[in-house]
């Protein structure tokens, strides 16, 4: 079942401006991945942060995660016309995963 | 390069029509998925293997059913497709074990129409 719930549903920015999205959950996860969607295509992981971390950055990416707050957030620096996707969170326990719905993002050139 | 693949990407059935969606991995990853995806929304997971261990999930319909003949393959067969079920199926593989953190790795997915 769903457990993520993701904020914005939908962002459009302009290339160079950095985006945010968030996701809030409702139970006690192992860690917490983003992954994106291309249009019509698979999902491909980007990040992992597991639930004793705070902070993770991989390239122009950076998660946090609030254990307290059951929340995370994803943001992406200085976008590109190729950032424009569909951004998942999924919450894991074990080893299954649960998505939210997802935040659309349109990076306009 | 190691991944996973879906066959066919697209497929065209008619209602009632038995239709089967294939995926394989070159990773050798013990754990295989298959997820529904509608449009626009979050993809659900219908069921998955443990290795030989099928795992279903509660709220997947019988309607549904899958087969894993060995490591790299798995099938998601759909014995009486309704309009319901079209959809954009993906397959997704990970590594569990120990040390393992539960990435998955999904293939392109087989949009699914039913008319």
């Known amino acids: 079942s769903q457990q993520g719930e993701e904020d914005p549903q939908a962002l459009s920015i302009q290339e160079g401006e950095n985006a945010t999205m968030n996701c809030s959950y409702k139970?006690?996860?192992?860690?917490l991945q983003w992954y994106r969607q291309n249009s019509g295509r698979g999902l491909v992981h980007l990040i992992l942060i597991r639930s004793n971390e705070r902070e993770k950055h991989s390239g122009r990416l950076r998660v946090t995660l609030d254990t307290s707050k059951k929340s995370s957030s994803l943001l992406i620096t200085a976008s590109r016309a190729a950032d424009t996707a569909s951004y998942f969170c999924a919450t894991a326990l074990s080893y299954k995963l649960s998505f939210g719905a997802g935040t659309t993002v349109t990076v306009r050139a | 390069d190691a991944m996973v693949i879906q066959n066919p990407r697209y497929q065209v059935t008619q209602f009632g029509k038995p239709v089967t969606l294939s995926c394989s991995q070159t990773l050798n990853h013990n754990v295989m998925y298959w997820y529904q995806q509608k449009s626009s929304q979050a993809p659900k997971l219908l069921f998955h293997y443990y290795d030989k261990d099928f795992n279903n999930e509660a709220d997947t319909p019988d309607n549904f059913q899958s087969r894993r003949p060995n490591t790299s393959f798995c099938f998601l067969d759909i014995r009486s497709p309704g309009l319901g079920d079209a959809a954009m199926y993906l397959c997704?593989?990970?590594?569990?074990?120990?040390?393992?953190?539960?990435?998955?790795?999904f293939g392109p997915g087989t949009r699914l129409t039913v008319l």
């Open positions: 139970t006690s996860i192992n860690n």
């Open positions: 997704a593989t990970s590594r569990e074990g120990t040390g393992s953190y539960n990435e998955q790795f």
